[in-house]
């Protein structure tokens, strides 16, 4: 479904800040794969989100989702393949608009948009089935601006934006870090039962290695713009964060230098 | 009194749909737009034009439109293809514009006093079906004296304000008004959920702009003239409409606002009225007050939210003193 080869980016090139932001990434996500992506700060998986979703383009490599070579195509037509939700709680909702508003700006973004009505019934209705799921009582307060929301619920809202149009590809970049810990835990437990329920197939960065284990089938370790580790299937099942920072020190021959991920 | 105010109100229902167009930009795509200055006038112009070159009104005013859309639209592309500052867009369009709307009139001022405007036709049709007769009288039985010459004017206008404010709406919730009015809230999402940004800038000051060259084009035939300079402060005035207009009425909704907006262009110009008929101001002075509404606008709202707020605490604070005595 994603395929990304030979991937690489060079920030500051032939400066004293020269720095090699991705070396030679190849990645292969098959339809379905939930993929969680772990690193230290700087090990470049939010320039590989970046650059999948298009706000990045890279020196070298290609990008394919869905079979299509979409390296060269901006973000906003790659959007539509992509859903996305931001570390930042406000990054992802329209704030001065109603939810019922928000959504209709998602229902659009696999089509054309035209000079209909952007909510009518039918898609009203929709939007209330959708927003049920989250079980935040939001589906009875479609008109309600969403910047009265808490930064718990306007992440569950754009989680829900992201997914609920099937996208192709799913992009979280770290999206519960900004959240206390019972809203982080409800919009972890959402993203799981969401895409457990829609099969999307989803790349999540996080900081947070307990979280990279509960979720996804398959885990990605990133290092100095390279992916060192690459587990699945039963084997990441069997994963503890123990055996994660011995293989990191196996691999790499330091310690990991990052508390906030072993602890966060 | 009643003939200044009947005219304040007639030019004010005219420059609502001029704050129509700054609402769009200045608000709904957060745009500072100082194109505004000169798409006024550029809609002034090329409606003078027309008319004196014997085209039909109606299509003059709708090429006033569409000039003041191709103006808003190159500021747009200035903006998103040249990745020149928003403000420095809208300024540079403004000074290109003076040179192209004296081009267009071919001198400084086109007169359009013995010329049949939009507004000339209306007054003869509400005079052949008796309507101008009717108000006046009214109007005598409630013992006003100097009666409006007539009253089309200020009706027709009241309908075609109210028919763009409607659309307006409209088009704020279509699927594009959504994108559009995202932009100016949350960028970076509106483009993750696939709407291409650059061109919807391009067509948000477009339209925008074409509102106010419309407004100009309309101007222009009411008062008989276009002028290169009429434009001079147009962004203010539109300005202070806006904010006066949605400090008073509010912006809960979209239909609301816009309501706000054309209410707010009403009070600007009774304002401005009232104010040059006083003794110790005159024409000189509108522009300082203009710029006090502004600030009065923007800061009296502020101050009656603090004093409401602290009022209401220290009411919750005596509650509770209360409480805890009678429980001592």
Redesign the interface.
């Known amino acids: 479904m994603l395929r990304v080869e030979n991937l690489s980016i060079t920030f500051n090139e032939g400066t004293p800040d020269e720095k090699k932001a991705l070396q030679n990434i190849q990645l292969e996500l098959k339809p379905g794969d939930f993929v969680t992506v772990i690193g230290s700060n700087g090990a470049g998986k939010s320039t590989l989100m970046n650059m999948i979703s298009g706000a990045l383009f890279p020196d070298v490599g290609i990008i394919e989702i869905n079979n299509q070579n979409v390296t060269t195509l901006k973000e906003h037509k790659r959007a539509k393949k992509i859903g996305r939700v931001f570390q930042d709680p406000m990054a992802g909702t329209s704030p001065k608009m109603t939810i019922e508003e928000n959504l209709a700006i998602a229902y659009a973004r696999n089509k054309t948009r035209t000079l209909k009505p952007g909510a009518n019934k039918k898609r009203r209705a929709l939007f209330k089935e959708e927003l049920e799921r989250l079980h935040l009582g939001l589906e009875n307060r479609l008109s309600a601006k969403v910047g009265l929301l808490s930064g718990g619920e306007r992440q569950a809202l754009s989680l829900l934006m992201a997914t609920f149009t099937q996208p192709d590809i799913l992009l979280l970049d770290e999206h519960t870090a900004a959240l206390d810990p019972s809203r982080a835990e409800l919009i972890t437990n959402l993203t799981g039962e969401i895409v457990k329920e829609t099969h999307l197939t989803t790349l999540m960065v996080t900081h947070n290695m307990q979280q990279a284990l509960d979720l996804g089938n398959r885990l990605i370790m990133m290092d100095k713009g390279q992916i060192i580790l690459d587990i699945d299937g039963a084997k990441k099942q069997a994963l503890t964060i123990e055996k994660l920072l011995q293989e990191f020190k196996r691999i790499r021959g330091t310690d990991m230098d990052n508390d906030r991920a072993i602890l966060g | 009194m009643f003939i200044s105010m009947f005219n304040a109100v007639e030019s004010g229902i005219i420059f609502a749909i001029m704050a129509l167009g700054v609402y769009l930009s200045f608000r709904i795509l957060d745009f500072p737009d100082l194109t505004v200055d000169g798409s006024f006038v550029t809609g002034a112009a090329v409606s003078a034009l027309l008319i004196v070159n014997g085209m039909p009104t109606g299509l003059a005013i709708l090429a006033a439109l569409l000039a003041g859309f191709l103006a808003g639209s190159i500021t747009g592309l200035l903006n998103t293809k040249g990745k020149v500052n928003p403000l420095l867009s809208g300024i540079l369009m403004m000074t290109a514009l003076y040179s192209i709307n004296l081009r267009i009139m071919g001198q400084s001022n086109i007169p359009l006093l013995n010329q049949e405007t939009f507004f000339t036709q209306l007054r003869s049709i509400f005079e052949s079906l008796g309507i101008d007769r009717a108000f006046d009288q009214g109007l005598t039985a409630l013992g006003i004296e100097n009666l409006p010459s007539t009253y089309s004017a200020l009706l027709i206008m009241l309908i075609v304000t109210f028919i763009i404010k409607f659309i307006t709406d409209?088009?704020l919730?279509?699927?594009?008004?959504?994108?559009l009015?995202?932009i100016g809230?949350?960028e970076?999402?509106?483009?993750?959920?696939?709407?291409?940004?650059d061109h919807l800038k391009v067509l948000g000051l477009g339209v925008s702009n074409g509102l106010v060259a419309l407004a100009g084009g309309l101007y222009a035939q009411f008062t008989g003239f276009s002028d290169l300079n009429m434009g001079i402060g147009m962004i203010v005035i539109g300005l202070a409409s806006v904010i006066i207009g949605e400090s008073i009425i509010g912006t809960k909704t979209i239909g609301r606002t816009t309501l706000a907006v054309v209410v707010g262009a009403v009070i600007y110009r009774i304002v401005i009225t009232l104010a040059i008929r006083s003794d110790f101001l005159d024409n000189g002075d509108t522009k300082l007050i203009t710029a006090l509404l502004v600030v009065l606008a923007l800061v009296v709202p502020k101050v009656v939210e603090t004093v409401k707020e602290s009022s209401r605490k220290r009411k919750k604070r005596q509650a509770l003193n209360q409480q805890v005595r009678r429980g001592a």
């Open positions: 409209y088009f919730k279509t699927e594009v008004g959504l994108a009015r995202a809230d949350n970076q999402m509106i483009r993750s959920f696939s709407a291409n940004t």
